[in-house]
């Protein structure tokens, strides 16, 4: 059974801190870039960062760059997104993915919130 299971999420005030996580089970997660994405009320899901199968490379999103950095540990079947300077318009709900051609998984996704 295919599983990406999010963690970390939480209320933080603005310039703070949050990493988040993602355990994937059922597949070979090695083998799949992994990314983040967030959805904000009212909005599309967009891509926040993504990271090759065996984590050479890396791209952002704009508004994230320079604050956000993603990562992964293949032997721990995990993807990182460690999240600095949080602002308000960082808050959503973070999603997990993993794809490798026409195949894509998404996790359950969780809340990410910034405020005073």
């Known amino acids: 059974q295919v599983q990406l299971v999010e963690s970390g999420g939480g209320l933080v005030q603005p310039g703070g801190s949050l990493r988040l996580s993602c355990v994937a089970s059922?597949?070979?997660?090695?083998?799949?870039?992994a990314s983040w994405y967030r959805q904000a009320p009212g909005t599309e899901r967009e891509l926040v960062a993504s990271?090759?199968?065996?984590?050479?490379?890396?791209n952002y999103a704009g508004s994230v760059k320079g604050r956000f950095t993603i990562s992964r540990d293949n032997a721990k079947n995990t993807v990182y997104l460690q999240m600095n300077s949080l602002k308000p318009e960082d808050t959503a709900v973070y999603y997990c993915?993993?794809?490798?051609?026409?195949?894509?998984?998404w996790g359950q996704g969780t809340q990410v919130t910034v405020s005073s």
């Open positions: 993915n993993s794809n490798l051609g026409t195949t894509s998984y």
């Open positions: 059922g597949f070979i997660f090695r083998l799949y870039v």
């Open positions: 990271i090759s199968s065996v984590g050479g490379y890396s």
